[in-house]
């Protein structure tokens, strides 16, 4: 498990998103990537598509399961949703901080049962900048609501906690060593960004703190996606050999 940054081990430190429309375009990548990565991220399109059955297939072949459903409902909701998936053989669960205090509090007993999956606590989108922030009616910057987020997670009882590259170490710095940062929005150099706003290299992820990279299309939607997971476990790897040398 990426308990938190300071595994050494690059396939601890990559979860590949799988969002794809049905269990066989998601099976043709894994199957490519011929057991090189540990972590799978099942999203809302393929677990709505495949369910629980997609993820005890995962299992099944020794693949930990990320499963990011972003649970967002009143707390007496998202404890029962919790308490589902918790025969889906998930390691991993996001739930949204911005659903509040004692919708986390709730979810986190609910995650006490044995079996659960950890919880982590989405703040801040990282497809989301100052602007659309703003426009939902978040006057403060990003970094700031991301860290007012995830203090508040920390404070429900909530484990981890997901955020961009540019928070992570404020949110390391703010929430300590073993929690678990998970980090979207990377972009190895020279990918194609997208939807995505506050983004960073794999390399850069690693150097501020985190402790778990998403990374779904720049392996997805590459040529090679075997060479492109290649390339960014080595990244990975350099850089924390590089950390561990400081
Ligand atoms: O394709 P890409 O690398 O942008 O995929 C990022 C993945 O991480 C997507 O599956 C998306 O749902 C997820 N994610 C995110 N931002 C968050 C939380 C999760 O991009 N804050």
Not at 95 to 115: D, L, Q, R
Request: net charge negative; glycine share 8%.
């Amino acid at each position: 498990m990426a308990s938190s940054d300071r595994n050494l081990d690059p396939r601890q430190r990559l979860a590949v998103a799988l969002d794809y429309p049905d269990a066989e375009a998601a099976l043709r990548l894994v199957d490519s990537l011929d057991n090189t990565c540990q972590w799978f991220k099942v999203g809302m399109e393929l677990y709505y598509a495949a369910g629980n059955h997609f993820v005890h297939l995962l299992r099944n072949r020794g693949f930990d399961v990320f499963l990011d459903l972003k649970l967002y409902d009143i707390p007496n909701t998202v404890a029962g949703a919790v308490r589902s998936v918790t025969q889906s053989g998930a390691s991993l669960l996001t739930i949204h901080a911005s659903g509040g205090a004692a919708m986390m509090t709730a979810a986190a007993e609910a995650a006490k049962a044995p079996g659960s999956p950890r919880l982590l606590a989405v703040t801040v989108l990282t497809s989301m900048d100052a602007t659309e922030l703003t426009g939902i009616g978040i006057t403060a910057s990003p970094a700031d609501q991301v860290l007012r987020l995830a203090k508040l997670a920390k404070q429900s009882g909530i484990e981890g906690m997901v955020c961009s590259a540019e928070e992570v170490a404020a949110v390391r710095a703010a929430t300590g060593p073993e929690t678990l940062l998970v980090i979207p929005g990377i972009r190895p150099a020279g990918s194609a960004i997208g939807d995505q706003k506050r983004i960073a290299t794999p390399a850069d992820a690693i150097a501020n703190g985190a402790s778990l990279l998403v990374v779904g299309r720049p392996i997805t939607r590459a040529t090679d996606p075997a060479a492109a997971t290649h390339a960014i476990l080595t990244e990975i790897e350099e850089q924390l050999a590089c950390g561990s040398k400081k």
